[in-house]
């Protein structure tokens, strides 16, 4: 079992970049395949890409492919989505969210943080 907690979100302007971080106070992620999320007002949770055990494949959507990229510590019990040219519809809150299959469900999905919200805007 992990908590997720999800950080480094803020305003920033497009063009701009940001490095979202989950990490957990229980358990350790190594154990599970970690996706990140993102829901935006109005609209359903969106699927943003996952990552492997360690081995650290990863796959984008396309939505964000060449854009974001998805990363882990293993030493640090750590993901980090890294995120570059940001666009205002990228404006969301993004989560952090632990699998044992992974996939792009949300049912999927057995744990996940609060979510740390994304501006971006001029």
């Known amino acids: 079992q992990v908590q997720l907690v999800e950080s480094g979100g803020g305003l920033v302007q497009p063009g701009e970049s940001l490095n979202l971080t989950c990490t957990t106070s229980?358990?350790?992620?190594?154990?599970?395949?970690m996706g990140w999320w993102r829901q935006a007002p109005g609209k359903e949770r969106e699927f943003i890409g996952v990552?492997?055990?360690?081995?650290?494949?990863?796959f984008l959507a396309a939505s964000v492919r060449g854009r974001f990229t998805i990363s882990r510590d293993i030493a640090d019990n750590t993901i980090y989505l890294h995120m570059s040219a940001l666009k205002e519809e990228d404006t969301a809150v993004y989560y952090c969210?632990?699998?044992?299959?992974?996939?792009?469900?949300?049912?999927?999905?057995?744990?996940w943080g609060q979510g740390t919200q994304v501006t971006v805007s001029l």
């Open positions: 229980v358990g350790t992620l190594s154990a599970y395949v």
């Open positions: 990552i492997s055990r360690p081995g650290g494949v990863s």
């Open positions: 969210a632990a699998s044992a299959r992974g996939g792009d469900r949300t049912s999927g999905y057995d744990f």
